[in-house]
């Protein structure tokens, strides 16, 4: 059953970000995308074992649709934007590659740096996860799940470390595949989240006991030192 886990999380990854990148390249010989595939595919698999397999009724939880019942109309419409605007700077990335060429195309050395800021954005998601069990799709007070604040972990450094994770993700992702206008373009998506992450504090301090004093223990939401 597990194994049947990580066969549907890899053809998932790999059907939405190849065919988001391949498809409007319109070529299949893009090596860097087929690097970046097997990235996504290593992450995957190495996300799977280290959370999910333990941790089950998180896995059920992040299958549920990120539109749900409970959950309040300013989420589902953030939700909605958030994931419009994410398929569309990967959608964007192999546009500018081999149409736009809006930019110069990034340095070897800002290209490799990009891999390794999207595998640390991978990686802090994941952390995410191991910490958080209660780390729904949708904004949401899980009453059902005894839920509690979380505050172990990455959530002793930022109060939202998943989408400081996605924030990374959004930029390295678009400098190892060469586009210096989609990685500039990131700044759309991430400020979804960013106001995203302003509705959720408001809503969890509002139906979660214990995160107000959480926000005051926690002194910094998406990164350290800054904001």
Known sequence: MFIFKILTALIWNIVIFGGLLFLPAGTLNW?????????????????????????DELYKERLKPPIQEGQPLADKILASITIATFLGLTAFIPLDVFRFHLFAQPSALASVLGLVVYVIGWWMISLSFKANTFAATAVKHQA??????????????????????????????????????????????????????????????????????????VRYKLLPYLW
Do not use: N
């Not at 996504?40 to 397999?53: D, K, L, Y």
């Not at 979380?150 to 390295?172: C, E, F, K, N, Q």
């Not at 990685?183 to 959720?200: D, G, S, W, Y």
């Open 144 to 217: 059902d799940r005894q839920q509690t604040v979380i505050d172990t972990g990455v959530y002793s450094v930022v109060r939202h470390p998943m989408y400081a994770g996605a924030v990374l993700v959004m930029v390295g992702m678009p400098l190892w595949l060469e586009s210096y206008a989609a990685a500039l373009l990131a700044i759309v998506p991430i400020t979804i989240l960013v106001v995203r992450i302003q509705f959720e504090e408001q809503f969890l301090r509002q139906e979660l006991k214990g995160y107000d004093s959480y926000t005051q223990r």
């Open 31 to 55: 090596w860097r995308a087929w690097v970046f595939l097997g990235v996504v595919v290593v992450c995957t698999v190495a996300t799977m074992v280290a959370v999910f397999r333990e941790d």
